[in-house]
Structure formats: C-alpha cells, structure tokens
C-alpha cells in the first residue's frame, strides 16, 4: 500500500518542559484523550457547507454583481460562471482533503506541499484577513436585516447595526465553546431556515416568469470595461465563499473519504442552482436602478411582492445569516487549532477546552478579529479585500494537487481528479486576482501590503528560534495564565 501524505508532514514535536496534557476522568473510563471527536454526519457536512456559502453573498453580492457588470444577463453570466468554479475548486479540494486527512485545510495542504514559509503566509492571509473580515461582513448584513423591521422607513444607525453585529458574534462564539453538537445543531436549524427562505422567493420568482415578467432581462448597458467584469467576480465568488469549510474540520467527520466529496458535490450544486434562481426571481420585478439602490435587495423584493407579509423575509435572512456566522466560527477556529498544532500560531490555540472538547481558545481569538473588523461597516470594500486575499490563497492550495501528483506519485489517493480541473482553475486564479489590480488598485494594494505584514511575524515569532530567556518566559506565563483560565489542555490524540 502507497503511504499516506500525513506521514510527510514535519509537526514540531512539543517541548517537554510545557504543561503536560490533563486526562479526563470518568466514571466508565480510566481517562479520555483529549482531541477533537468525529461527531459530523454526512447530513452535518452538507449543513456546514450549505451554511457557510449561503449567509450573506446572495443577499448583497446582488448590487456588486450588477453594478459591474451593467446589465442583467451578463450578471446571470457571472453568477453561473461563479458556480462552476467553484464546483472545480471543491472537486480540486477533494482529492486533497482525502489525501491529507488533516484539520485545516489548505493551509496544511501547503504545510505539507511547500513548506513551513508559503503554509505561514496563508495562514496569515485567512487568519488576519479573509476569515475575521468574512465574519464580519455576513454579521453586517445580519444586523442590518435583523434591524430593518424596526426602521421601515430609513436605514438603521449605523452604531446599532454594528452592536448587534457583534452581539451576534459573541453569542456564537459561546455556543462555538460549549459544545460541538450545539454548534452542528445551529448550522442545522438555521440552513433549512435560510433555504425555506430561498425557496419562496424562486417560487415567487416562476409565479412573475408565469405572468411573463421578464422585461428587465436583456444585455443594455453591459459592462464593456474588461477589468470590471473581472472586478464582478469578485462579489459573485464571496457569494459561494464556504465551499471549503469542510475540509477545514475533515478530523470530526465521520467516514472523510467517503463523506467528503459527497458533501462538496451535494452542497455545490444545490447552492448552485439555488443563486441562479433566486437571482432570476430577484429580477422579475426589480430594474437595475432598484437594485442598485438597494441595500438589501430581498427586503425591497418582498416589500414589491409580499405585502404585509414582507416582514417574514428579512426575519429568514437574518437567520440564514446569523447561520452564516456560525459556519464561519465553527471551521476559523480549526484553521487556527491547525496552526498552532503546526508552531506557527500561539501554543494555547492548539489547546482544548478538556471539559467541552471544543478549541474554545481559537474560538475566541476568532471572535476577537472579526470583532475589531466591525470598525468599518463599507461591505462592500471589505469584500474586495477578502476577494483578492482569498483567491490567491486558494490558488495556491490547488496548485499543490499537480505538484504533489509529480512529487509524490506513490501516495494513497482515495479519489483521483483529472489534471484538467487543477490547471483550468489555476489560470482562472491568476486572472482574477492580476486583472482588478488594474480596477482598483487602491483595495488590492492594501491586501498586498497586509499580505506582506505576514513575512516580518514569521521571521521574529516563529523562525527565531533562539529567543531571549525573558521573552520565553513571559510567552509561557501567559500560555499556561489563559490555559488556566480556559481548563484548556493540549491534545493527546497520537499521529
């Protein structure tokens, strides 16, 4: 048998003199390892996935499409070019999540493929930009609907959406660290909410195609700057932004090899279909302008159609955000568990919370981040941040599926992808991350210099080993201060 790619990976080993593991006792058991559990069904899997892309995207990303594109069949256009790369990411991402059955995803693909330097830098990136900043846009777009039927006749105050956004976060983030099957239970109850809401609006939409509403579809005033439609992608792609959250816990999913690629294939198609519908309704009765006009396009959609009904659609957009939100945390917090597994992030976050089994310390650092995005409330600048950081980083991820097929052909691969698919998705990255560089130059400038910011903390935190003595024990105190304060303990699970 061909050896696995887990065996390749170079964890560093822990320092004896760091605090030793808790064991949990129990009546039934003599202790129980601490580790993360494979609590996650084939059905969980699919919620996380479906959770996590449909938060926000579909209730924003509608003007950010539109308003760079310029016509509505060219925004179709990207929204079904949107899911199709998507699918060949996900299908890229199932070889890898099979192969290297590791938490953390692409960044431990890239520990694995390139080395401790590149992993570092894209741990960077998602920590300090695309996940936090992620959370904190579908937080946004949480509060400002759950808020809406309170201000019917303006925009809410700005101070209060951003409180409730962050109320919304710190509520999750305890569910997040008290219990897994609590977390699970939330992306359950509040995906089937958000689809039900999906759901209504399509049949709302083929009830207008029925009555023959479909002046607003036609190709006037398409976009003819080139960047700009490449620019489009950007809100098309953070709409479907998730489909990789699974592999982010593929260690508390039951079965990975046999449940991974059915969860990705069922989940990408389903939201797939579902924006391209939803997008199609949204524009059986509302023009380009109104769009445009509008800050949340389904409120204004139901307010047309609805009548005193209308108030139940931004009640089931908060919730299909606030689930959002959830699937956002729950996956965050493994990637930064990862990281520190790996050295490359603080020592406590590799800690578990021994009574609850939950990495309640990166749950709350996530936290913390998205918190401190809840500054600004520009979505739609925090979305072209998110974009050009987010797709170079998963670029990356995809490029190690050939290069490791040259490298390592000897390795198990329970599922094998055609070359085909890395390479196309390859070239798409690169154009949609060169090309709005020349669009707008001011946004992806300022995720290059954060980008940047990473290779100074690598150096001085991580590679500089021989630390002074005072440093070192100031670094410990706090480790072992908040372990205390968490009842965290490292894992004992053995590779």
């Known amino acids: 048998m061909a050896p696995k790619a887990e065996e390749y990976s170079s964890v560093p080993q822990k320092d004896p003199e760091k605090i030793a593991p808790m064991e949990i006792m129990s009546p039934n058991k003599s202790h129980e390892t601490v580790e993360l559990k494979p609590k996650m069904t084939l059905m969980n899997?699919?919620?996380?996935?479906?959770?996590?892309?449909?938060?926000?995207?579909?209730?924003?990303?509608?003007?950010?499409?539109?308003?760079?594109?310029?016509?509505?069949?060219?925004?179709?256009?990207?929204?079904?070019?949107?899911?199709?790369?998507?699918?060949?990411?996900?299908?890229?991402?199932?070889?890898?999540?099979?192969?290297?059955?590791?938490?953390?995803?692409?960044?431990?693909?890239?520990?694995?493929?390139?080395?401790?330097?590149?992993?570092?830098?894209?741990?960077?990136?998602?920590?300090?930009?695309?996940?936090?900043?992620?959370?904190?846009?579908?937080?946004?777009?949480?509060?400002?609907?759950?808020?809406?039927?309170?201000?019917?006749?303006?925009?809410?105050?700005?101070?209060?959406?951003?409180?409730?956004?962050?109320?919304?976060?710190?509520?999750?983030?305890?569910?997040?660290?008290?219990?897994?099957?609590?977390?699970?239970?939330?992306?359950?109850?509040?995906?089937?909410?958000?689809?039900?809401?999906?759901?209504?609006?399509?049949?709302?939409?083929?009830?207008?195609?029925?009555?023959?509403?479909?002046?607003?579809?036609?190709?006037?005033?398409?976009?003819?700057?080139?960047?700009k439609i490449a620019l489009s992608f950007y809100s098309g792609l953070f709409a479907y932004n998730g489909w990789n959250y699974l592999n982010f816990v593929i260690e508390e999913l039951q079965d990975p090899v046999k449940n991974l690629p059915k969860a990705i294939a069922i989940s990408i198609i389903l939201v797939t279909v579902v924006y391209v519908l939803t997008n199609i309704a949204f524009y059986t009765t509302l023009s380009v302008p109104e769009v445009l006009g509008s800050e949340a396009v389904a409120v204004t959609f139901a307010e047309r159609l609805y009548g005193p009904f209308a108030f139940l659609i931004p009640i089931f957009v908060a919730m299909s955000t606030f689930g959002g939100v959830n699937g956002i945390l729950l996956t965050s917090s493994r990637l930064f568990y990862a990281g520190a597994c790996e050295g490359q992030m603080p020592e406590i976050l590799s800690m578990i919370q021994v009574n609850k089994m939950t990495p309640a310390p990166a749950v709350i650092i996530v936290a913390l981040l998205s918190l401190g995005y809840l500054c600004s409330s520009d979505i739609f600048a925090l979305i072209n941040y998110v974009g050009f950081a987010t797709w170079i980083s998963i670029g990356l991820a995809v490029l190690c599926l050939p290069w490791l097929r040259w490298k390592h052909p000897e390795w198990e691969r329970p599922l094998k992808v055609n070359l085909f698919f890395p390479i196309i998705y390859i070239i798409a990255t690169i154009f949609i991350t060169i090309v709005p560089m020349i669009a707008k130059p001011k946004e992806t400038g300022i995720g290059v210099v954060i980008i940047l910011t990473g290779v100074p903390v690598y150096f001085i935190f991580f590679a500089w080993k021989n630390k002074p003595v005072f440093i070192r024990k100031f670094l410990d105190f706090i480790t072992k201060f908040t372990q205390k304060l968490l009842m965290a303990s490292p894992s004992t699970k053995k590779d």
């Open 45 to 227: 899997g699919v919620t996380v996935i479906v959770g996590s892309i449909i938060g926000s995207g579909i209730f924003v990303s509608p003007s950010g499409v539109l308003m760079n594109t310029g016509s509505v069949n060219m925004a179709l256009v990207i929204w079904i070019t949107s899911g199709i790369f998507s699918m060949v990411g996900a299908y890229c991402y199932a070889e890898l999540g099979c192969m290297i059955k590791k938490t953390g995803a692409d960044y431990a693909y890239i520990m694995v493929t390139f080395g401790e330097f590149l992993a570092f830098i894209r741990l960077w990136v998602e920590c300090m930009i695309v996940r936090p900043c992620s959370q904190a846009i579908v937080a946004l777009t949480f509060a400002i609907y759950a808020s809406k039927p309170f201000f019917p006749e303006c925009e809410p105050p700005d101070e209060a959406v951003r409180l409730l956004a962050a109320i919304c976060i710190c509520i999750l983030a305890f569910i997040n660290c008290w219990e897994v099957k609590w977390a699970t239970a939330v992306q359950d109850v509040f995906t089937y909410a958000k689809l039900l809401a999906l759901f209504i609006i399509i049949l709302t939409g083929i009830v207008q195609l029925a009555k023959g509403k479909v002046e607003n579809f036609n190709w006037d005033d398409t976009e003819t700057d080139f960047t």
